[in-house]
């Protein structure tokens, strides 16, 4: 399994650009792809909340278990169906949805664990990214790594458009859809001249988006 060949620190991103999103008040989170439980261990604390992970691979979520109240171990999808109706007021995805075979069934079922106020919020990479249409357009490339956007764990690719769409295809209202980890490289500028500067969501590696049902 591709998995067992990431880089050391895969499994223990902190992801401080993530927290933002968390609206207050949220005292049951649960956190899809947890690695070993370093974010959703930062969301219990400054939440003082009851935080429960899903990771896919044993090693990290056996550390998990150590940091978190509930982890479950293995694909999420074993696991949706025995978590609990109208429970929890945060359901995080980071970088987790385009390594799903089918993301919109996971997001249709997730919607129900959700508590009245509750908010399902994800990171979804951008396949519109700078440096991605370098590749793709100008480079006339597509090969898969190790990590990143052409991961090759990756079993769907997304645009900004796409993952709003994604979401409100399965039922959700979305409160917040914006680009995260915004380049520095000024390349982007020079790639948006023939698009009159209409394509300046190439800037952001990823969009987070925080949705209701």
Not at 18 to 45: R, S, T, V, W, Y
Not at 71 to 79: K, T
Request: hydrophobic share 35%.
């Amino acid at each position: 399994m591709d998995y067992d060949k990431k880089a050391t620190d895969y499994f223990t991103h902190q992801r401080p650009e993530m927290l933002a999103f968390l609206p207050n008040g949220c005292k049951k989170i649960l956190d899809i792809g947890c690695g070993e439980g370093i974010f959703a261990q930062q969301l219990k604390n400054r939440e003082d909340a009851e935080t429960w992970g899903i990771e896919l691979m044993e090693i990290p979520g056996e550390k998990a278990k150590k940091v978190l109240d509930r982890v479950f171990i293995g694909p999420c999808e074993n696991y949706l169906d025995d978590l609990p109706d109208n429970y929890f007021d945060a359901i995080y995805c980071n970088d987790v949805l385009e390594h799903l075979i089918d993301p919109y069934t996971v997001l249709a079922k997730l919607k129900n664990k959700l508590s009245d106020k509750g908010v399902v919020i994800s990171s979804i990479p951008n396949i519109r990214y700078h440096d991605a249409f370098k590749k793709v357009w100008l480079q006339k490339n597509w090969e898969y790594e190790g990590h990143g956007i052409f991961d090759k764990t990756h079993m769907r690719f997304f645009t900004k458009k796409s993952i709003a769409k994604m979401y409100t295809d399965q039922g959700y209202t979305i409160i917040s859809h914006k680009g995260v980890n915004r380049t520095r490289s000024l390349k982007p500028y020079i790639y948006n001249i023939p698009f009159l500067f209409t394509a300046m969501d190439m800037f952001y590696l990823q969009y987070a988006t925080v949705a209701r049902k």
